[in-house]
């Protein structure tokens, strides 16, 4: 017999000394010795390409290390504490725990008869995200998705069924600002609206959806005979950090009678802070949000969350009883998640966040959350040190800063934004540190956002210090190039 289903103790005890040694390999590696992005050698991704599934099987320990050699090693270090990429993925190893755990058992968490306990601990941690944002406890509700692009779509299929008739679709109109995340975009489309319905409202000098523009356009789609039914506000842009102005937002909706959904995926977490859960005055408002958990609450990937203010809507939306599941129908105790939204077959993503806040505690979460915002403020302070040399585009906001070196006079604005791009080519080829460039009002900016938990000041303080290095270098490889060209 092969090991794909175990028969003996000499095949268990193989697999034991399998995971053994993948459990100790990951629980002791130490992401700041590698490279924050590794360079990806062609030869070992095309040694991948070519390597056959064998018709026999091989040990299982020799295919783990070789995964860890060969697959592994082609990827970024998102745990790093100097990533600061993207949003940047400091896991916490008691998430990993959390999954592993999850992943030994393999619930499936669609219906309550199947797994009445991982679904239990499911509606418990939606209960608590639901207070953590002021939601009403007597009606909110929600569910685990893999993450914030699943969250926006489930949400926004709700508020397409609710606000719109069949017939109304065509005319319908969702707004959302020009720093709004493109999964809303994206989730839109899936739902069968086309891009002339998505309307792009401007931002104010801090990024923050304008309202004043909002409600002028609200008014002149409805006088052309369009049909309004939705404004997508963010809480964290992924550009800046900066949290839409939700107040004034959610009293527009309610005037307008719009259905209000946030994209807090990467900034919800901050109302885990109570030095910082002020920011997010209004979400309480929304009828629906989106969290994800594998951002910063530091969950491995696959761990999301979409909160709606009448659970009832869920099912209306998603609920289909076919002859085959009617064994296993339930109630509004004993939920059946698949009843709730668009996947019947489902992981019990949330058992992984429950453990970590078990072992942890929420207070421990809380203040690892606030570190972020601290790390960012740090790397401006630092910038604000060289005013002739680096320019703040946009302040410090949720563990983001965005930032740019000042080019030589002689430079334009082509070269200029090429300067940025440099700097972050350099970046990633030293691989010390991780800092990409976004687009800010046409510029090319460079962007930090620093989240992990174990990043202290000096490292945001040599990191300024190192972009300062690649940006000497940079100018002189520009003005070398624009010489030849």
């Known amino acids: 017999m092969s090991l794909l289903h175990p028969t003996n103790i000499r095949e268990r005890e193989e697999l034991a000394a399998c995971a053994q040694g993948v459990l100790e390999a990951i629980l002791t590696r130490d992401p700041a010795s590698r490279k924050v992005f590794p360079q990806t050698h062609a030869r070992d991704l095309a040694a991948l390409r070519t390597m056959s599934l064998p018709a026999e099987g091989r040990p299982a320990n020799e295919v783990a290390k070789e995964m860890e050699s060969t697959v592994f090693a082609q990827q970024a270090t998102v745990d790093h504490r ?3 990429a993207f949003i940047p993925g400091p896991f916490s190893p008691l998430s990993w725990i959390g999954e592993l755990l ?8 669609g219906s309550w008869l ?25 009606t909110a509700g929600g569910l685990f998705v893999s993450g914030g692009s699943m969250a926006n779509l489930t949400a926004m299929a709700v508020a397409r069924d609710l606000r719109l008739t069949e017939a109304q679709r065509p005319l319908g109109v969702a707004y959302v600002s020009d720093q709004t995340h493109s999964s ?56 800046t950090g900066s949290i839409d102005p939700l107040q004034e937002i959610a009293q527009i909706a309610r005037e307008e009678g719009l259905w209000m959904h946030v994209d807090g995926a990467y900034g919800a977490s901050i109302c885990l802070s109570p030095t910082h859960r ?83 505690g929420t207070r ?26 680096w320019e703040i585009v946009s302040d410090a906001k949720l563990g983001i800063v965005n ?37 800010l009002r046409g510029r090319t900016v460079l962007r930090i956002c620093a989240i992990h938990p174990l990043a202290t000041e000096r490292d945001m303080r040599e990191s300024v210090a190192l972009l300062d290095e690649y940006a000497k270098v940079s100018v002189r490889a520009l003005e070398e190039s624009l010489a030849f060209a």
């Open 82 to 84: 100097r990533y600061f």
């Open 102 to 109: 999850t992943a030994g058992h393999n619930p499936h968490a």
């Open 114 to 138: 199947q797994s009445a306990g991982p679904s239990c601990v499911e509606g418990e941690m939606i209960r608590w995200m639901v207070a953590q944002l002021g939601m009403p406890a007597e």
């Open 184 to 239: 809303n975009a994206k989730g839109m489309k899936l739902l069968g609206f086309a891009s002339r319905q998505i309307r792009k409202i401007g931002s104010d000098a801090g990024f923050r959806m304008n309202t004043a523009e909002l409600r002028e356009r609200i008014h002149r789609d409805r006088a052309i005979g369009l049909q309004p039914f939705a404004v997508i506000a963010t809480a964290g842009t992924t550009n």
């Open 278 to 360: 002020e920011l997010l005055k209004g979400i309480e408002h929304a009828d629906s949000v989106a969290w994800d958990a594998h951002k910063w609450m530091f969950q491995t990937y696959g761990c999301g969350a979409v909160l709606v203010r009448d659970k009832s809507h869920l099912s209306d939306s998603f609920c289909v009883r076919p002859e085959y599941l009617r064994d296993a129908e339930s109630n509004a105790e004993c939920p059946n998640y698949w009843e709730l939204g668009p996947e019947l077959t489902r992981p019990a993503r949330a058992l992984r966040l429950w453990f970590t806040l078990q072992v942890a």
């Open 364 to 389: 421990a979460m809380g203040e690892a959350i606030a570190h972020g915002v601290q790390l960012a403020e740090w790397a401006e302070d630092e910038l604000r040190h060289n005013p002739g040399r």
């Open 403 to 439: 930032f740019r070196f000042l080019a030589p006079q002689s430079h334009d604005a082509a070269a200029a934004d090429e300067l940025q791009r440099k700097i972050a080519r350099r970046a990633m080829e030293e691989g010390q540190i991780g800092v990409l460039t976004t687009e």
